[in-house]
T-cell receptor, first 116, second 111 residues
Framework: DTGVSQNPRHKITKRGQNVTFRCDPISEHNRLYWYRQTLGQGPEFLTYFQNEAQLEKSRLLSDRFSAERPKGSFSTLEIQRTEQGDSAMYLC??????????????FGPGTRLLVL | GENVEQHPSTLSVQEGDSAVIKCTYSDSASNYFPWYKQELGKGPQLIIDIRSNVGEKKDQRIAVTLNKTAKHFSLHITETQPEDSAVYFCAVGDSNYQLIWGAGTKLIIKP
Protein backbone atom coordinates (compact mmCIF):
# COMPACT_ATOMS: atom_id res chain seq x y z
CA ASP A 1 0.00 0.00 0.00
CA THR A 2 1.58 3.27 -1.10
CA GLY A 3 -0.95 5.64 0.46
CA VAL A 4 -0.72 7.71 3.64
CA SER A 5 -0.93 5.60 6.77
CA GLN A 6 -1.74 6.63 10.32
CA ASN A 7 -1.41 4.83 13.63
CA PRO A 8 -3.19 4.15 15.80
CA ARG A 9 -6.60 4.31 14.13
CA HIS A 10 -8.36 4.79 17.45
CA LYS A 11 -7.19 6.03 20.83
CA ILE A 12 -9.12 6.31 24.08
CA THR A 13 -7.39 8.10 26.91
CA LYS A 14 -8.16 9.74 30.22
CA ARG A 15 -8.03 13.47 30.68
CA GLY A 16 -4.55 14.61 31.60
CA GLN A 17 -2.70 11.80 29.81
CA ASN A 18 -0.31 12.32 26.91
CA VAL A 19 -0.92 10.74 23.52
CA THR A 20 1.20 10.43 20.38
CA PHE A 21 0.06 9.74 16.85
CA ARG A 22 2.17 8.70 13.88
CA CYS A 23 1.80 9.48 10.19
CA ASP A 24 3.70 7.86 7.34
CA PRO A 25 3.28 9.91 4.15
CA ILE A 26 3.54 8.77 0.55
CA SER A 27 7.24 8.09 0.15
CA GLU A 28 8.26 10.74 -2.37
CA HIS A 29 6.13 13.52 -0.85
CA ASN A 30 7.97 16.47 0.65
CA ARG A 31 5.06 18.13 2.39
CA LEU A 32 3.17 16.71 5.33
CA TYR A 33 0.11 18.27 6.93
CA TRP A 34 -1.82 17.71 10.14
CA TYR A 35 -5.52 18.57 10.42
CA ARG A 36 -8.15 18.15 13.10
CA GLN A 37 -11.74 17.32 12.27
CA THR A 38 -14.70 17.36 14.63
CA LEU A 39 -18.06 15.80 13.86
CA GLY A 40 -20.01 17.60 11.16
CA GLN A 41 -17.16 19.95 10.27
CA GLY A 42 -14.49 20.17 7.64
CA PRO A 43 -10.85 19.56 8.54
CA GLU A 44 -9.04 22.41 10.31
CA PHE A 45 -5.41 23.02 9.49
CA LEU A 46 -2.98 22.51 12.39
CA THR A 47 0.54 22.53 10.93
CA TYR A 48 2.67 21.46 7.99
CA PHE A 49 6.21 20.41 7.20
CA GLN A 50 8.38 20.87 4.14
CA ASN A 51 10.77 17.95 4.54
CA GLU A 52 11.88 18.16 8.21
CA ALA A 53 11.13 21.88 8.63
CA GLN A 54 7.89 22.87 10.33
CA LEU A 55 6.88 25.90 8.28
CA GLU A 56 3.60 27.00 9.78
CA LYS A 57 1.45 26.37 12.81
CA SER A 58 -2.18 27.33 13.26
CA ARG A 59 -3.38 29.29 16.25
CA LEU A 60 -5.42 26.16 16.99
CA LEU A 61 -2.17 24.43 17.91
CA SER A 62 -1.83 25.24 21.59
CA ASP A 63 1.35 24.75 23.59
CA ARG A 64 0.13 21.28 24.54
CA PHE A 65 0.48 20.18 20.93
CA SER A 66 3.81 19.42 19.31
CA ALA A 67 4.63 17.91 15.95
CA GLU A 68 7.89 16.58 14.59
CA ARG A 69 9.21 15.18 11.35
CA PRO A 70 12.80 14.44 12.33
CA LYS A 71 14.09 12.83 9.14
CA GLY A 72 11.68 14.33 6.68
CA SER A 73 9.75 11.08 6.38
CA PHE A 74 7.23 10.05 9.06
CA SER A 75 5.77 12.57 11.49
CA THR A 76 4.45 12.42 15.03
CA LEU A 77 1.82 14.59 16.70
CA GLU A 78 1.87 14.65 20.48
CA ILE A 79 -0.81 16.06 22.72
CA GLN A 80 0.19 16.62 26.32
CA ARG A 81 -2.24 16.81 29.24
CA THR A 82 -5.20 15.93 27.05
CA GLU A 83 -8.53 17.66 27.58
CA GLN A 84 -12.01 16.51 26.60
CA GLY A 85 -12.06 19.22 23.94
CA ASP A 86 -9.20 17.46 22.19
CA SER A 87 -11.54 14.64 21.20
CA ALA A 88 -11.58 14.66 17.41
CA MET A 89 -10.31 12.92 14.30
CA TYR A 90 -6.69 13.81 13.59
CA LEU A 91 -5.90 13.63 9.90
CA CYS A 92 -2.56 13.56 8.17
CA UNK A 93 -2.03 14.41 4.51
CA UNK A 94 0.96 14.61 2.22
CA UNK A 95 1.74 16.28 -1.09
CA UNK A 96 4.65 16.62 -3.46
CA UNK A 97 4.89 20.31 -2.59
CA UNK A 98 7.14 22.77 -4.32
CA UNK A 99 6.07 23.85 -7.76
CA UNK A 100 2.53 24.77 -8.75
CA UNK A 101 0.60 21.75 -9.90
CA UNK A 102 1.86 19.62 -7.03
CA UNK A 103 -0.56 20.91 -4.44
CA UNK A 104 -2.76 17.85 -4.31
CA UNK A 105 -3.03 16.58 -0.77
CA UNK A 106 -3.63 12.89 -0.12
CA PHE A 107 -5.13 11.96 3.21
CA GLY A 108 -4.64 9.06 5.56
CA PRO A 109 -7.51 7.29 7.33
CA GLY A 110 -7.14 9.41 10.45
CA THR A 111 -6.72 8.71 14.16
CA ARG A 112 -9.88 9.09 16.19
CA LEU A 113 -9.14 10.35 19.70
CA LEU A 114 -11.59 10.14 22.57
CA VAL A 115 -10.65 11.81 25.83
CA LEU A 116 -12.69 10.64 28.80
CA GLY B 1 -8.20 35.49 5.73
CA GLU B 2 -9.95 33.14 3.36
CA ASN B 3 -13.58 32.24 4.04
CA VAL B 4 -15.25 29.30 2.29
CA GLU B 5 -19.00 28.74 2.29
CA GLN B 6 -20.57 25.53 1.03
CA HIS B 7 -24.21 24.87 0.15
CA PRO B 8 -26.37 22.94 0.69
CA SER B 9 -25.49 21.23 3.94
CA THR B 10 -27.64 18.25 2.98
CA LEU B 11 -28.72 17.16 -0.49
CA SER B 12 -31.06 14.29 -1.24
CA VAL B 13 -31.48 13.16 -4.86
CA GLN B 14 -33.09 10.24 -6.61
CA GLU B 15 -30.72 7.62 -7.96
CA GLY B 16 -29.87 8.46 -11.53
CA ASP B 17 -30.48 12.19 -11.13
CA SER B 18 -27.77 14.86 -10.96
CA ALA B 19 -26.39 16.54 -7.87
CA VAL B 20 -24.83 20.00 -7.66
CA ILE B 21 -22.90 21.40 -4.70
CA LYS B 22 -21.68 24.99 -4.63
CA CYS B 23 -18.90 26.80 -2.82
CA THR B 24 -17.97 30.45 -2.60
CA TYR B 25 -14.69 31.92 -1.44
CA SER B 26 -13.44 35.37 -0.52
CA ASP B 27 -9.74 35.63 -1.39
CA SER B 28 -9.12 36.43 -5.05
CA ALA B 29 -5.53 35.18 -4.69
CA SER B 30 -6.75 31.61 -4.18
CA ASN B 31 -5.74 29.42 -7.08
CA TYR B 32 -6.49 25.80 -6.25
CA PHE B 33 -9.94 24.25 -5.75
CA PRO B 34 -10.19 20.56 -4.83
CA TRP B 35 -13.24 18.50 -3.96
CA TYR B 36 -13.04 15.64 -1.49
CA LYS B 37 -15.41 12.78 -0.67
CA GLN B 38 -15.45 11.44 2.87
CA GLU B 39 -17.14 8.24 3.90
CA LEU B 40 -17.94 7.45 7.50
CA GLY B 41 -14.84 6.67 9.54
CA LYS B 42 -12.44 7.36 6.68
CA GLY B 43 -10.16 10.18 5.64
CA PRO B 44 -11.14 12.56 2.81
CA GLN B 45 -10.50 11.24 -0.68
CA LEU B 46 -9.74 13.61 -3.54
CA ILE B 47 -12.26 13.19 -6.35
CA ILE B 48 -11.44 16.12 -8.61
CA ASP B 49 -9.57 19.41 -8.49
CA ILE B 50 -9.23 22.49 -10.66
CA ARG B 51 -6.71 25.27 -10.87
CA SER B 52 -7.43 28.91 -11.54
CA ASN B 53 -6.25 28.85 -15.14
CA VAL B 54 -9.16 26.68 -16.29
CA GLY B 55 -12.92 27.11 -16.03
CA GLU B 56 -14.11 23.51 -16.16
CA LYS B 57 -12.80 20.00 -15.68
CA LYS B 58 -14.56 16.70 -16.15
CA ASP B 59 -13.80 13.15 -15.10
CA GLN B 60 -16.47 10.63 -16.14
CA ARG B 61 -19.60 11.43 -14.07
CA ILE B 62 -17.93 14.19 -12.08
CA ALA B 63 -17.26 17.76 -13.20
CA VAL B 64 -16.15 20.96 -11.53
CA THR B 65 -16.78 24.48 -12.81
CA LEU B 66 -14.98 27.61 -11.64
CA ASN B 67 -16.06 31.23 -11.94
CA LYS B 68 -13.12 33.31 -10.73
CA THR B 69 -14.89 36.62 -11.27
CA ALA B 70 -17.76 35.63 -9.02
CA LYS B 71 -15.48 33.58 -6.76
CA HIS B 72 -17.51 30.43 -6.78
CA PHE B 73 -17.06 26.87 -7.95
CA SER B 74 -19.37 23.90 -8.16
CA LEU B 75 -19.26 20.12 -8.14
CA HIS B 76 -21.57 18.31 -10.56
CA ILE B 77 -22.29 14.59 -10.26
CA THR B 78 -24.39 13.06 -13.01
CA GLU B 79 -26.22 9.72 -13.05
CA THR B 80 -25.88 9.38 -9.30
CA GLN B 81 -25.43 5.93 -7.80
CA PRO B 82 -25.90 4.62 -4.23
CA GLU B 83 -22.12 4.56 -3.72
CA ASP B 84 -22.05 8.33 -4.25
CA SER B 85 -23.68 8.74 -0.83
CA ALA B 86 -21.09 10.44 1.41
CA VAL B 87 -20.06 13.84 2.73
CA TYR B 88 -18.46 16.08 0.12
CA PHE B 89 -16.09 18.92 1.00
CA CYS B 90 -14.84 21.75 -1.12
CA ALA B 91 -11.55 23.39 -0.26
CA VAL B 92 -9.60 26.42 -1.41
CA GLY B 93 -5.84 26.68 -1.63
CA ASP B 94 -3.35 29.44 -2.25
CA SER B 95 0.33 29.71 -3.07
CA ASN B 96 1.17 28.53 0.44
CA TYR B 97 -0.64 25.26 -0.34
CA GLN B 98 -2.78 25.50 2.74
CA LEU B 99 -6.35 24.39 2.29
CA ILE B 100 -9.34 26.16 3.80
CA TRP B 101 -12.35 23.87 3.85
CA GLY B 102 -16.08 24.24 3.49
CA ALA B 103 -18.38 22.78 6.12
CA GLY B 104 -19.39 19.82 3.95
CA THR B 105 -22.48 18.56 2.15
CA LYS B 106 -24.11 15.29 3.09
CA LEU B 107 -25.27 13.71 -0.16
CA ILE B 108 -28.01 11.12 0.11
CA ILE B 109 -28.90 9.01 -2.93
CA LYS B 110 -32.43 7.65 -2.69
CA PRO B 111 -33.04 4.29 -4.41
Amino acid sequence: DTGVSQNPRHKITKRGQNVTFRCDPISEHNRLYWYRQTLGQGPEFLTYFQNEAQLEKSRLLSDRFSAERPKGSFSTLEIQRTEQGDSAMYLCASSLGGLAGEQTQYFGPGTRLLVL
Amino acid sequence: GENVEQHPSTLSVQEGDSAVIKCTYSDSASNYFPWYKQELGKGPQLIIDIRSNVGEKKDQRIAVTLNKTAKHFSLHITETQPEDSAVYFCAVGDSNYQLIWGAGTKLIIKP
